[in-house]
């Protein structure tokens, strides 16, 4: 869908691939497209790289959750989930 997205959304098409020049550890659109992320090894190249995306887009800086916390959250949220309502 990246192909699609790129068309119908030229601005965020050349976001992106402003991201994808600074050499980040992933860079992608969110599944619906209706936003452009990165990834890098850390917060100054990660703000390196925002400050190029041109400034008609919003760019927002900041880190990742760490694995060890991203799995307690999850499994927090599958432990409230209960016949089908979440507690």
Do not use: N
Request: charged fraction near 25%; glycine fraction near 10%; proline fraction near 5%.
């Amino acid at each position: 869908l990246e192909g699609v997205v790129s068309e119908m959304w030229p601005e965020g098409g050349r976001a992106l691939a402003t991201l994808r020049r600074q050499d980040p550890l992933h860079a992608a659109f969110t599944g619906s497209g209706t936003a452009a992320f990165a990834v890098f090894a850390d917060v100054e190249t990660a703000s390196q790289a925002a400050s190029r995306v041109d400034r008609k887009c919003s760019t927002y800086v900041g880190p990742t959750l760490p694995r060890a916390r991203a799995a307690l959250a999850v499994r927090r949220c599958e432990g409230r989930k209960e016949s089908g309502r979440w507690k």
